[in-house]
């Protein structure tokens, strides 16, 4: 056909190429009560997001009712509280599961949630073979650095892998597990770590559930094409989009070699991610927005690593509990993304890249050779038992923190580019975040004896709960599958702390190893430098004090388990010359305060990032008053908004510390001037 004007050839117009499909869009959600959570989750699929992503408080996620003493704090914080089936029934009130596709991040009690979940699925009429969704269930992270686990590591196995094999034949679309390697990273592991610890895990899982004899080896295909990732990505989005490649390369490997898998399909490496929230930061949190966008980038640009659901943290969560607007923006990038740009519409753009299948290669390599390390361990729960897993993920936290501190690595607003104009949104703090009505917990907790006292009766009709807790532990001390037993639970109107409670009998309890004690040196003190003129303040305080070293408490009061930061703080006062006290996660007030008096210690330290810090500080601060131990000194720190801060230190709080307080050395510094102070010796002419 001719051009009329010019008598040329008229080019053809283009054939236009199906776009790709964009992946599932999530925003992790969830807090107070289910009510109000479901409330949050219809809005935001109204926005546009196109699956859930259900956040569960700590008592739901270490399987405790939030009547427990250890969860005083902590209910309805970090995410909803979920005791029972009436609970799961509110949760998803008119939002049909079966056209849902629902993530759930839970661990140690992921099979009761699974069956709650299944329940009211049933009860809706749906035909659970459609459920679609995942339960995290990555114990092994759990122990290494988000500290949500329950179990010993051998029944903690057995539970996931009996889910496994539950889910293969009566949930087929479900997947039952989703290994984490985005904790690790949120625990200083770095690109090669976390796909070898990831990996090694999955190892674990894969053995087990062929060892079990519940799966036969023709259905094994089937067990790891349900198996799925969820993975961190960091700023450095080309080694992070690399890692995803090496990820899938290795993955392809070991369940074709290990486990004889044929079918290309079932060994897709299938992940979603949520990107870094280590790497947001308190100081100008506006900056955090250009992180995001980076690291979202990482893991959806290269289509052949490209992940199957992105989740996006908001740009205030060092600051506190996102509202729902912050969440909109998060989910708004997303969709920009996705529907504006051209992303969706070519192949894989890195394929050829000389630089970047080197970059991949490498990390194959080195990450190959840590799982080869990891196996002739005994594999990676033989690793978390003996320590090394979490002694590395120390070491290499402590090593990133000493970067950042030297300004070797740059956080921009942070250690460089420090001078800022006046932020518009965070101009009042207060209502830059959301905050949890401290009044929820009171009324939770009178539910939840609402409905063990009525659960029997009409309209629930729920049979004694007695029969089905004593099946479950016959069944925890046979060799039954679970989760059969888990769902008489389910449906008998038993509690989440019942549930576990009942475990906890026939399994035990696990505490995990700190790895503090073996975590080398990350700052050295020579002569000049500010940890050099700490160890001199710490052996000169020492020296007043007439005792051979200062002894500093590290305590974790409450639920929260994420130990990075009281770990880091361990390491330093450690370094600095303190005899340092750190019996790890999950404590009660009273149980600290027992400890600082029995090691008669000089300083405590409390680390929350979970919120509970008004109700768990106040309590350990009357506890010494009480047992007349006002002269030592409390510091308190953690994700803490100015005005409980403020309210801390009228409290009596010698000192708090949030995100924007990097210089762990410099912390340390001024715990021996709170000593000094609460002593009544004079200041020191050293500088810290």
Known sequence: MRNVDT?????????????????????YAGHSTAEASNELYRRNLAKGQTGLSVAFDLPTQTGYDADHVLARGE??????????????????????????????????????????????????????????????NDIVKEYLSRGTHVFPPGPSLRLTTDMIAYTVSHLPKWNPINICSYHLQEAGATPVQEIAYAMSTAIAVLDAVRDSGQVPQERMGDVVGRISFFVNAGVRFIEEMCKMRAFGR?????????????????????????VNSLGLTEAQPENNVQRIVLEMLAVTLSKDARARAVQLPAWNEALGLPRPWDQQWSLRIQQVLAHESDLLEYDDVFEGSKVIEAKVEELVAEASAEIDRIQEMGGAMAAVESGYLKSQLVASHAERRARIESGQEKIVGVNVFETTEPNPLTADLDTAIQTVDPAVEARVVAALQQWRDTRYQPPFNHPRPCKALERLKEAAKGTDNLMEATLECARAGVTTGEWAGALREVFGEFRAPTGVSSAPVAVTAEE????????????????????????FLVGKPGLDGHSNGAEQIAVRARDAGFEV????????????VDAALAEDVHAVGLSILSGSHAELVPDVLERLRVAGATDIPVIAGGIIPNGDAEALRAAGVA?????????????????????RTANKLDPLEVPA
Do not use: C
């Not at 009860?123 to 995942?134: F, H, R, V």
């Not at 996660?585 to 009273?590: A, D, S, V, Y």
């Open 250 to 274: 290795i993955w392809d490997r070991v369940t074709q070699e290990r486990y004889g898998i044929e079918n290309p399909k079932h060994r897709r490496f299938r992940y979603g991610v949520q």
């Open 7 to 27: 008598g040329t050839e008229r080019p053809q117009p283009q054939t236009q190429k199906e776009k790709d499909r964009p992946w599932l869009m999530r925003t």
């Open 75 to 136: 209910v309805g914080r970090v995410g909803v509280p979920v005791a029972h089936l009436g609970d799961m029934r509110r949760l998803f009130q008119d939002i049909p599961l079966e056209q849902m596709n629902t993530s759930m991040t839970i661990n140690a009690t992921a099979m009761w949630l699974l069956a709650l979940y299944q329940v009211v699925a049933e009860e809706q009429g749906a035909d659970i073979t459609k459920l679609q969704g995942t339960t995290q």
């Open 655 to 675: 000192a708090v510390f949030t995100p924007k307080d990097f210089d762990i050395t410099g912390i340390i510094g001024r715990i021996v001037d709170e000593i």
């Open 528 to 551: 000049g430098t500010g940890m050099a003129l700490v160890r001199r303040k710490v052996d000169l305080t020492a020296k007043d004090l007439g005792v051979g070293k200062l002894r």
């Open 581 to 592: 006290v750190y019996q790890g996660i999950r404590l009660t007030p009273e149980q600290i």
